[in-house]
């Protein structure tokens, strides 16, 4: 497929060095406030359902090895999202349940919209997990408008 629309853009086509750099270091940012997200809506459902957030309940609910999760957590500790108290799991500060709520709406929407569209709800929740981090606010209000016509 050389040269048609689907070939691989050549060496000379590379962005310069630092225009690369920002795009790598964006793209970790994003991938760093995924795990933040993920981690705050995962709690306060915990929370919500068991009572408690254990970090052996976490750890094994995002697949995760026990000491990655400890190590997540003390990361949103340290970013004032969660705390922690030995013995008592895990909570969520006022900051932490309003990333959770943000988090769990904005999943509700793409799973909303993507049924709507015709995926099915199995595929559309497992796809809203990575969708819900990196969409945007515009198109999160394209989403929500096709879903208010679609109830009209």
Do not use: W
């Not at 408690?52 to 003390?74: F, N, S």
């Amino acid at each position: 497929m050389a040269g048609g629309a689907g070939a691989k853009s050549s060496a000379s086509e590379l962005a310069t060095a630092p225009a690369q750099a920002r795009r790598f270091v964006a793209a970790r940012r994003r991938r760093a406030v995924e795990t933040a997200e993920d981690y705050t809506e995962l709690i306060a459902d915990l929370i919500a359902r068991n009572g408690e957030a254990r970090t052996t309940d976490i750890a094994e609910r995002l697949g995760v090895a026990h000491p990655t999760a400890v190590k997540a957590i003390g990361r949103l500790e340290r970013e004032g999202l969660a705390l922690v108290k030995p013995y008592r799991g895990v909570s969520l500060t006022a900051a932490g349940q309003t990333m959770a709520e943000r988090v769990r709406r904005r999943h509700r929407l793409v799973v909303d919209f993507l049924v709507a569209i015709g995926a099915p709800r199995e595929a559309a929740e497992a796809d809203a997990e990575g969708i819900e981090h990196y969409v945007s606010s515009a198109t999160l209000a394209a989403f929500e408008a096709f879903l208010a016509k679609q109830g009209e």
